[in-house]
């Protein structure tokens, strides 16, 4: 039953959540943060964290890609993403908890509570310890591959907000792909990702993984898989 049991914020069910097919999910697409879903004020509190992500010495480029997707998929499922999930996606990677000790002052004049701080924390460090863990390449029975799947939405602890920001770490990873990824990152996708968004119903997700997991795969493998099957067992 992987894929059952995850509820929204303020009581609403994983059933009462739909596919929007009219707004297929894009990776590189600018998406406005100030969105219905988001309140002005939290939109200046997401300003404000990404202002402070920018300053970090590490890359922003990533965590900004992995913002964009959290919020395009968030959109293709009709889900309303909080604004610390969104905040979670720009600092994650970093030593948060030392940021919030040197923008103190910042946080507090922004609204930004301890509490709030706390919940950024504990989501940034889940989704590290998830999408940290190794995947093996020799995987090649189904029950370890379910076992894989069902050790993600454990982790997740029936947050739907953790499992959007997982599945959007895993989106922008392989629409930025690096050479050293190839080996490895597609196969990972087509493999546990794509198969886990398909049982959860997200299909525009689905269809966006294979897409990009196929594009990235080794080259010999993408000139076998567009052989035609006719062609391919003559």
């Not at 905040?87 to 103190?104: C, M, P, Q, R, T």
């Not at 050790?151 to 770490?169: H, K, N, P, Q």
């Not at 990152?185 to 493999?191: F, V």
Request: hydrophobic share 40%.
């Amino acid at each position: 039953n992987i894929g059952t049991g995850y509820k929204r914020d303020y009581g609403s069910t994983r059933s009462n959540r739909r596919i929007n097919s009219s707004s297929p999910l894009k990776t590189g697409a600018v998406v406005n943060t100030s969105s219905s879903s988001i309140s002005v004020e939290d939109s200046n509190k997401i300003s404000i964290i990404e202002n402070i992500a920018k300053k970090q010495p590490l890359p922003f480029a990533h965590r900004d890609h992995v913002r964009k997707a959290l919020l395009t998929i968030s959109e293709s499922v009709d889900f309303s993403i909080n604004w610390q999930t969104v905040a979670a996606a720009l600092l994650h990677g970093l030593d948060i908890k030392n940021i919030a000790k040197e923008e103190v002052w910042i946080l507090k004049k922004a609204g930004i509570s301890k509490e709030d701080i706390k919940t950024i924390i504990e989501l940034t460090n889940k989704l590290n310890s998830i999408s940290n863990r190794l995947y093996n390449l020799d995987m090649k029975y189904n029950y370890v591959l379910n076992n894989y799947m069902e050790y993600i939405v454990r982790s997740t602890e029936g947050s739907f907000d953790l499992l959007l920001l997982v599945f959007a770490d895993k989106l922008a990873t392989i629409a930025t792909i690096r050479h050293t990824e190839r080996e490895y990152l597609p196969k990972e996708i087509d493999e546990i990702y794509v198969p886990l968004a398909e049982r959860l119903g997200f299909r525009d997700l689905t269809n966006e993984l294979k897409d990009l997991a196929f594009k990235n795969s080794p080259e010999e493998l993408q000139a076998i898989l567009e052989i035609p099957l006719n062609e391919l067992y003559d």
